[in-house]
């Protein structure tokens, strides 16, 4: 029996819409400095609000260097009038983004 699927619609922020969170995957990661998305899912959620910022991620097994980002207010969400960063990087693996303590 095929489940139904609702769309879900938040707005976050002024100019930011979430069309759709359903299957978006964070891991939570205490001992990362940053919080990660990969490129899919920020283009699909965030396409206009991606800006350009060098930066370099460095990981036990490498070193690379991006330079996309995005931000959103996360007030609707958490009440908090707070701006948070997202780095666009590739998780691979289970999970699209990595939620880092500099939330």
Same mark, same amino acid.
């Given at each position: 029996?095929?489940?139904?699927?609702?769309?879900?619609?938040?707005?976050?922020?002024?100019?930011?819409?979430?069309?759709?969170?359903?299957?978006v @995957?964070?891991?939570?990661?205490?001992?990362?400095?940053? #919080?990660?998305?990969?490129? +899919?899912?920020?283009?699909? %959620? =965030? &396409?206009?609000?991606i800006?350009?910022? @060098?930066?370099?991620?460095?990981?036990?097994?490498?070193? #690379?260097?991006?330079?996309? +980002?995005?931000?959103?207010? %996360? =007030? &609707?969400?958490?009440?908090?009038n707070?701006?948070?960063?997202?780095?666009?990087?590739?998780?691979?693996?289970?999970?699209?983004?990595?939620?880092?303590?500099?939330?």
């Open positions: 029996m095929p489940r139904n699927r609702a769309l879900i619609e938040i707005t976050i922020g002024a100019n930011i819409q979430i069309k759709s969170v359903e299957n @995957k964070f891991m939570i990661d205490t001992r990362s400095t940053r #919080s990660l998305i990969n490129k +899919i899912k920020a283009e699909t %959620f =965030y &396409k206009e609000n800006e350009s910022e @060098k930066i370099q991620v460095v990981s036990t097994h490498s070193i #690379s260097k991006h330079d996309q +980002i995005f931000e959103i207010n %996360f =007030y &609707k969400i958490f009440k908090i707070k701006i948070h960063k997202f780095y666009i990087y590739e998780i691979g693996g289970l999970y699209e983004g990595l939620i880092g303590i500099d939330l």
